[in-house]
């Protein structure tokens, strides 16, 4: 039953003349699922498919070439360009219709590599106004109910809007000129009832660039000029503002749509909208939709589960940034940290036979796997110690909080399975046996690893800390280890302490995604905690470190109060069970990430 608190969220609205069933949009998010000569795969297909059951009611597909090679982003950008990719997107098209969702695909160029418009040429201007509108003309033809312009994030209309990046003193020099001509081109190609919207920067969050005051009147010349729907988004500052890393807060950019009210149009906020009773104040608020990007990759019933009255049942995104380092540092097709299932889109089916599985561990990839082996009609019993398993310390550091909505997302979901029985507390081998499992998973995470010797009172352990055993105000400490735990552990530190983080290789967190790893150090710094890379632990003492250079071999005595080992963790499998089969998934069989985790619980729970 449709929850009647979240009413705003279910009103219908119309954008033009089409009318969308609710207030959630699919915003764009490149993927690439396509193939690298910008077709559309099945996968492609299939992952919008999914986010249009899940009851959205606009679908904006992912920035899209409109003018392949030249203009191409990533390697594996979707193209619009010309009829050659007709038939894919018709397919395309009928497809996602099938489920009563609203289709629209953001049309962008990415600008040229000076990023400005100074130099651009009029005859390439008119030339690319004449791309936009082709390949709208391409769109509607194929079956969207409307295109989007990308005019924010740094890209080329951006950069005509903005006065950072357009100096120029004849027509074009207007900042809303560009963006205004590509909405008149398109009526002409696609009549004037085929609705445009935009993703407009309305803050470029950049000094000498769009300000609240311009940003609000190139909305209401955008809005004035036929446009019909706006977004209300980010333009040329810093990626981590429109890419924003876990600790940003919830809903934190929704201003910059309330900003722009009252307006003509439809207005959309976008960024960290993640639970929907933050979505229903956005809305309440005078805003017109919420735009839910890793929101709907994360789950895609997010809008199902609220209309159902399951709102405890969504898997909420917890900003773990693995699908932007996919796309943005890799380029690779993206994947999530939290939803197994993306890129697969596939139904959960029954097993052949049920049978009785014995998950020992209770961390992300034990409890993926009991979820997913209950789906499939097994009886699972699940050895427990604490619930939740390393995501209850992973969750300590500030900013890291949003980790808890996993676990909890696991407590509700598991807890509705009668064929779940939770063994809490201490248990043994025995215990396990006495289950009589056909199957066992052992999922018993790991222990933190201390690569030297610990003297009592002076060295202590990370978990240690983070669980709140032992505490520190006012010390002058030494973090060994500086992986994202030890940077973590020392950001938690460094609220009460002075911190100096001591680490053998030359990076600082190396692997974690760019965005998240940039916000990180930055907030080290701000801290004042000192880094020293390229350094080894040699010995430790009661008040002193020794530590030496790994490239000069000079030693240097660090006087400290105490030393926390942060130097990673080692695969904890406290007891094997011989010829009974198991397979060991998570950290107990490598220590890596929270995706490692809930992947291989997937993978296994699905092959029993
Ligand atoms: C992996 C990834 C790819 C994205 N690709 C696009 C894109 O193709 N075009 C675009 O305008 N924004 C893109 N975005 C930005 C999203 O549309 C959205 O504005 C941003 O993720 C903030 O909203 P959210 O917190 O709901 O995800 C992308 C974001 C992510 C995480
Ligand atoms: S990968 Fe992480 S950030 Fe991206 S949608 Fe999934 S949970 Fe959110």
């Given at each position: 039953m449709q929850d009647t608190k979240f009413a705003n969220l279910f009103r219908p609205l119309k954008i033009g003349d089409v009318e969308l069933k609710n207030r959630a949009i699919?915003?764009?998010?490149?993927?690439?699922?396509?193939?690298?000569?910008?077709?559309?795969?099945?996968?492609?297909?299939?992952?919008?498919?999914?986010?249009?059951?899940?009851?959205?009611?606009?679908?904006?597909?992912?920035?899209?070439c409109i003018d392949c090679p030249e203009a191409k982003k990533g390697a594996f950008q979707p193209a619009i360009d010309s009829y050659d990719f007709f038939d894919d997107w018709e397919n395309f098209t009928r497809q996602v219709h099938k489920y009563d969702a609203k289709i629209s695909v953001e049309l962008a160029h990415p600008g040229f590599s000076e990023r400005n418009v100074d130099s651009v040429s009029d005859e390439k201007i008119e030339k690319i106004i004449e791309q936009y509108a082709n390949s709208a003309e391409i769109a509607k033809n194929a079956g969207f109910d409307m295109v989007e312009i990308q005019g924010a994030h740094g890209l080329l209309v951006n950069q005509f809007l903005s006065p950072f990046t357009n100096h120029?003193?004849?027509?074009?020099?207007?900042?809303?000129?560009?963006?205004?001509?590509?909405?008149?081109?398109?009526?002409?190609?696609?009549?004037?009832n085929f609705p445009v919207t935009i993703r407009l920067a309305v803050d470029d969050l950049k000094t000498g660039g769009i300000d609240e005051k311009l940003g609000r009147e190139i909305a209401h010349a955008i809005a004035d000029a036929g446009y019909d729907m706006i977004q209300a988004d980010i333009g040329l500052g810093p990626k981590e503002k429109r890419l924003e890393p876990m600790p940003y807060p919830e809903g934190w950019r929704a201003y910059l749509a309330q900003r722009i009210l009252p307006i003509d149009v439809p207005v959309a906020a976008v960024g960290m909208i993640r639970s929907p009773e933050i979505a229903e104040n956005i809305l309440e608020d005078g805003v017109d939709l919420v735009a839910l990007g890793r929101t709907l990759i994360a789950d895609p019933d997010?809008?199902?589960?609220?209309?159902?009255?399951?709102?405890?049942?969504?898997?909420?995104?917890?900003?773990?940034?693995?699908?932007?380092?996919?796309?943005?540092?890799?380029?690779?097709?993206?994947?999530c940290g939290v939803n197994p299932n993306v890129g697969n889109e596939e139904e959960i089916t029954p097993a052949k036979s049920s049978k009785i599985v014995a998950i020992v561990g209770c961390g992300p990839a034990g409890l993926e796997a009991a979820e997913i082996s209950a789906v499939r009609g097994h009886n699972v019993h699940l050895f427990c110690k604490q619930f939740g398993g390393q995501l209850n310390i992973a969750a300590v550091p500030p900013g890291k909080e949003k980790l808890r909505w996993l676990i909890e997302y696991f407590e509700n979901s598991l807890s509705r399975f009668e064929n779940i029985t939770i063994h809490n507390g201490e248990f043994g081998k025995d215990d396990v046996i006495a289950a009589k499992p056909d199957e066992i998973i052992i999922a018993t995470g790991a222990k933190p690893f201390a690569p030297f010797t610990l003297v009592e009172g002076m060295t202590f352990v990370y978990d240690s800390v983070l669980r709140g055993e032992i505490e520190f105000e006012g010390k002058n400490l030494v973090v060994a280890g500086a992986g994202l735990v030890g940077c973590e552990t020392a950001n938690f530190l460094a609220d009460k302490n002075k911190i100096t983080i001591v680490e053998m290789l030359p990076e600082i967190a190396p692997g974690v995604e760019t965005i998240t790893r940039n916000h990180l150090l930055n907030e080290l710094e701000q801290k004042g905690v000192k880094i020293l890379s390229k350094r080894k632990v040699i010995d430790i003492e009661m008040g002193k470190v020794i530590v030496e250079n790994t490239d000069t071999s000079e030693r240097d005595e660090i006087t400290c109060d105490a030393i926390i080992i942060a130097t990673?963790?080692?695969?904890y499998v406290p007891f094997t069970f011989g010829e009974i089969y198991?397979?060991?998934?998570?950290?107990?069989?490598?220590?890596?990430?929270i995706i490692d985790a809930t992947s291989e619980g997937y993978e296994v729970a699905k092959s029993i």
């Open positions: 699919f915003p764009p998010i490149s993927t690439n699922f396509a193939d690298e000569n910008g077709h559309l795969t099945e996968k492609f297909v299939n992952h919008y498919v999914r986010r249009a059951k899940g009851v959205v009611a606009l679908i904006i597909v992912e920035n899209s120029r003193k004849d027509k074009w020099g207007k900042s809303t000129a560009f963006a205004i001509t590509i909405r008149e081109k398109i009526a002409e190609r696609c009549g004037e997010w809008i199902n589960k609220i209309r159902d009255g399951k709102i405890e049942l969504i898997r909420k995104c917890i900003g773990c940034s693995e699908c932007i380092k996919a796309r943005h540092d890799e380029d690779v097709a993206i994947r990673g963790g080692k695969p198991h397979s060991i998934i998570g950290d107990a069989k490598s220590v890596r990430k």
